[in-house]
Structures are given as C-alpha cells and as structure tokens.
C-alpha cells in the first residue's frame, strides 16, 4: 500500500521546538521531491518547505525561513520537518507530499502522493 504517514504534531508552547516526521511505505522516497504543507483553520493550503530530489535544494517559505528545516533520511524512507522558535501563526494542520517530478512546487496539483496530516498548536 502507498501511503505517507505523519507524525509528531501537538500542543507546543511559543518559543519552542518540534520535529515532525513522515514515513513513506509502498515507494521509495530518495527518487521523489518531498514537500511539507500546512493548512490553518478558514485558509488555503499552503508550502512551507520542499527538497529537490535532483540537487537536493532546499526552499522555505518566506514565514519559516531561518526558523524550520527540512531533511529526509533515505535508509529510512522518511522525511522530517524540524520546526524552531513556534509562533501561534504556525498552528495548523501540517501535510507531507511527495512528487515523482523530482522538482519542488507550491502548487498542489504537482504532488502525486500526501499523508493524512498532523496537527500543530501553538499556545501558551
């Protein structure tokens, strides 16, 4: 079965730290870009971060630059979204994806495969 697999999601407090993770089952990430995706409450969808599979550049949004980082770790066909310095703006539904393009996107249409999602609050 082809699936992502979310988790690592929950109540953090502002200022602090969270690592997301995504297990990919039925493919093998390494041939894939991997994207992560966030929705909050009444807004769109929208990409937070994405590595190319060709050169493995990274991009950010411009909203978590310097504070998330993306990695994947292909021995273990997984993909993790490292989240720093949590602001309540962040709180959200968070969505790995994965693309055989190869290439990153913000659009979602170029996504050939998503998890289930996992949900981030930020709040004190």
């Known amino acids: 079965q082809v699936q992502l697999v979310e988790s690592g999601g929950g109540l953090v407090q502002p200022g602090d730290s969270r690592r997301l993770s995504c297990v990919a089952s039925g493919f093998t990430l390494d041939y894939l870009a991997i994207a992560w995706f966030r929705q909050a409450p009444g807004k769109e969808r929208e990409g937070v971060s994405c590595?190319?599979?060709?050169?493995?550049?990274?991009y950010y949004a411009d909203s978590v630059k310097g504070r998330f980082t993306i990695s994947r770790d292909n021995t273990k066909n997984t993909m993790y979204l490292q989240m720093n310095s949590l602001k309540p703006d962040d709180t959200a539904v968070y969505y790995c994806a994965a693309t055989v393009r190869g290439f990153c996107s913000w659009l979602l249409r170029s996504y050939d495969y998503w998890g289930q999602g996992t949900q981030v609050t930020v709040s004190s």
């Open positions: 590595i190319n599979k060709s050169d493995g550049s990274t």
